[in-house]
């Protein structure tokens, strides 16, 4: 039985394997979708993020378990904001 | 076409935004600063929120997102569920979990969330909303 937090190591890996997966091969199947992923494997995939994000929440209720990425997205890209905290 | 307004809050543009406890169920009501200048239209966080109020509501982890600017660096991401309940409004959406916010306001609403709305004081400069 896997604890939580290996639960939670094992969604984000699975997460960083298809993000650069598909960024790498843009005809992969999650390529330009919304993953959900819960208990380390993937259960939810839309084109949408509410679609997936209810889906997910469907599959499995405890938020804790449930992990998501935007497949073919560079997250390594910077976000700007600039109001001053 | 549905309309919401907001009084200023420290004279800055103000949009009220639902959100639901996990626990109990109770709304939760969140002010966030519009900031058209906060992200781009495809990229980024539709809200800036306390990363305790993410996990009150039972948000999910999404896959982080660098910010730069006013907070620097990788922050954590959830998925939450958003309520304007004036416009019919109910969607998931991605909230970037810092820390520090304007004074008076509980998170930032970005330019990607606001966009998706016409936007502005509709004629009256005490006031800032929205419209569906």
């Given at each position: 039985m896997l604890t939580l937090a290996e639960i939670q190591t094992l969604n984000r890996e699975l997460a960083r394997k298809i993000n650069e997966d598909t960024l790498r091969n843009p005809k992969s199947p999650y390529a330009g979708h919304f993953v959900g992923i819960a208990n380390g494997q993937v259960v939810a995939v839309a084109d949408d993020l509410d679609d997936m994000a209810r889906r997910l929440e469907q599959i499995?209720?405890?938020?804790?378990?449930c992990f998501s990425v935007e497949a073919s997205?560079?997250?390594s890209e910077v976000v700007d904001i600039w109001s001053v905290p | 076409m549905p309309r919401v307004c907001w009084p200023l809050i420290n004279n800055r543009p103000a949009v009220q935004v639902v959100l639901t406890l996990a626990l109990g169920g109770q709304p939760y009501t969140r002010n966030l600063l519009a900031d058209t200048?906060?992200?781009?239209r495809w990229s980024g966080p539709d809200l800036l929120l306390d990363e305790q109020d993410c996990l009150l509501c039972g948000g999910f982890a999404h896959q982080p997102i660098v910010l730069g600017g006013a907070y620097i660096g990788s922050f954590p991401t959830y998925v939450v569920r958003v309520e304007i309940p004036a416009l019919g409004f109910n969607s998931r959406v991605r909230a970037v979990a810092v820390s520090r916010f304007p004074a008076g306001f509980d998170g930032m609403a970005c330019f990607r969330f606001l966009n998706q709305f016409i936007y502005g004081n509709f004629s009256d400069p005490n006031q800032f909303g929205l419209e569906k």
């Open positions: 499995e209720p405890d938020p804790a378990r997205r560079d997250y | 200048g906060a992200g781009s």
